[in-house]
């Protein structure tokens, strides 16, 4: 089994600035993932051509199951609100998806408290600007897996130190209402350390995934719960090199049975 989490910054290309849905798909059908989190995902922006991230990247898996959940309604960083319904739906939107080739049981999408304050955020032809933090959410599931039921959670926390903490704490919280074995993958705007002593939830990978061509710190992990993870053994851990994004996706195989 291939775990999978990957903050894909719009599918943005480092190298021209443009996105291009082949090169999406091409990105994420190298993972070869089964169960696969993505972050900074957009639908129907026209700053990625209108596309749809989410179902690009199930069909490049060939995962039939995959459900995108939307943070905000408009475009990170410029005109945004809430996402608050469906009604929303009809503008561009922005979130995070969780893509499956194993049948889902049940989904359950939970609201994580966001950040009050504005914070310094370097933005590319802007500089260093105060931003007001988006709404954070996580998508969760519980999975019908050829080893057994698994529940998997995927998130974007904020970057406002603290408040990443809170929904850290939320989160998992959330997920212990799931059944066991539960992962928690996704960008986590936190370093292993503070992670791992936060919530004392074991990490199945150690190594950096940001900034992408030359990582230097860990923001993106794979966490299993020590009271319901996953007891299945860690075969290989890879970061491999996208284009697409600035952060590198992180991808764990994992071997024998998950429970």
């Known amino acids: 089994m291939r775990l999978a989490t990957f903050n894909l910054l719009h599918g943005r290309s480092l190298s021209d600035g443009k996105v291009h849905a ?32 989410t179902a690009i990247a199930a069909d ?29 739906n009809t503008r561009p939107l922005y979130g995070i998806a969780l893509i499956s080739r194993y049948p889902v049981r049940r989904w359950q999408i939970t609201q994580l408290p966001a950040a009050p304050v504005r914070s310094p955020v370097y933005v590319p032809q802007r500089g260093v600007t105060l931003l007001k933090d988006e709404p954070r959410i996580m998508i969760a599931a519980v999975l019908d897996t050829p080893r057994g039921p698994l529940t998997v959670g995927t998130t ?12 850290l704490r939320a989160a998992v919280r959330a997920l212990r209402a799931l059944p066991g074995p539960r992962v928690l993958l ?57 284009d697409i994004s600035d952060h590198r996706p992180l991808v764990v195989q994992l071997g024998g049975p998950v429970g």
């Open 22 to 53: 082949g090169r999406v798909a091409a990105a994420v059908a190298a993972l070869d993932a089964d169960i696969l989190g993505l972050q900074e995902v957009d639908r129907g922006q026209p700053r990625s051509g209108l596309l749809d991230l």
């Open 60 to 88: 490049a898996l060939g995962a039939p199951v995959h459900r995108f959940a939307a943070a905000i309604a408009g475009t990170p960083g410029e005109t945004w609100q809430p996402w608050r319904s469906d009604d929303d």
């Open 156 to 167: 974007h926390l904020s970057f406002v130190p603290g408040w990443n903490l809170r929904q």
């Open 186 to 242: 996704g960008d986590l705007n936190l370093p292993g350390g503070a992670v791992r002593a936060f919530t004392g939830w074991r990490t199945l990978a150690r190594t950096p995934t940001y900034p992408s061509p030359s990582p230097r710190a860990q923001l993106d992990h794979i966490l299993t719960d020590p009271h319901g993870g996953p007891s299945a053994p860690v075969i290989r851990v890879s970061t491999p090199h996208a």
